[in-house]
């Protein structure tokens, strides 16, 4: 399995930044068996749950995200978005993608959000 994530940025506070995680080496009836999500990592904390979504399309949210994020799925793609409306500052940090399936873990490289003030 190999996650490969894009569309970080530089973006100015209150603004908007989609980021997008195609899976690989794998087929289409395996990536509907994943959960798929994000975490991100500011500059000296630890990594955080941002968005999940499950196989049964349940999503899960960190709290200080909801309402601004929305994480959604294109399987035919096999790929997994985060649109970020109205980022704050807080919002700064490498966000990663994950995927996950029977208690194994599978990470992307991370992609860099940054939100100015």
């Known amino acids: 399995v190999q996650l490969q994530a894009s569309g970080g940025g530089l973006v100015q506070a209150g603004g908007s930044l989609r980021l997008s995680c195609t899976a690989s080496?794998?087929?289409?009836?395996?990536?509907?068996?994943?959960?798929m999500g994000w975490y991100r990592q500011a500059p000296g904390k630890e990594r955080e749950l941002v968005a999940i979504?499950?196989?049964?399309?349940?999503?899960t949210y960190e709290e200080s995200v909801k309402g601004r994020f929305t994480i959604f799925e294109n399987n035919s793609k096999k790929t997994v978005y985060l649109q970020m409306n109205m980022l704050k500052p807080e919002d700064t940090g490498v966000y990663y993608c994950?995927?996950?399936?029977?208690?194994?873990?599978?990470w992307g490289q991370g992609t860099l959000v940054t939100v100015s003030s």
């Open positions: 080496r794998m087929i289409l009836s395996e990536y509907i068996t994943y959960t």
């Open positions: 979504i499950t196989t049964d399309n349940s999503v």
């Open positions: 994950y995927a996950e399936r029977l208690s194994t873990a599978y």
